[in-house]
């Protein structure tokens, strides 16, 4: 098997979950960085709006590796996509085939149910729930959580954090609430 050939292939969960939690140690013993990604978008606003808003009022160029690791992931996560992606079907237990073919979605071809997400969605109503206020809700849970799941579920637990504890507890329940109430719902209106 070659190298080509052996990272094309799905790997088992825990090697990713090993690799990224490894970030955490990383980026602490290069400069006692905090590993994040949803602070980023606050760098980058306060880079390209130059207004008297107190919130951007910092030294963002001290957090310009964030802008490269950022960066680095979604080019990694591009390359990945585009040139090392599987092109078998994603494997889905047969229980969940089910669940989600109640949901209209029966596409596996891609990591996102096709079926959604499509561009041709962007400017419906579907589009308007899924991309617009389901964004406008990631965005308003990470920044009245004080940080996304990658900052709190990974380094803030890492660093026995008590806060990134109870946000990792709610993002957990909001993501089961979400799952097994919400969507249903929201299905059933499309």
Known sequence: MTFIELIKQPWPWWIAGVLIGLTVPVLLIIGNKKFGISSSLRHLCAIC???????FKYDWKKEMWNLFFVTG???????AGHFLSNPNDIVVAEDTKVAL???G???YR???PIEVFLVENIFTVKGLFFFVIGGFLVGFGTRYAGG????HA????SNLQWPSLVATCC?????????NILLPLIFKIF
């Open 49 to 55: 709006l130059p207004a008297n808003i107190s919130f």
């Open 154 to 157: 990974i380094m803030g637990l």
């Open 105 to 107: 979605i029966t596409d």
């Open 171 to 179: 993002f957990m329940v909001g993501g089961f609430f979400a799952a």
């Open 110 to 112: 891609y990591m996102l």
């Open 148 to 151: 996304c799941t990658s900052g």
């Open 101 to 103: 073919a109640n949901f």
């Open 73 to 79: 992931v979604l080019v990694g996560g591009f390359i």
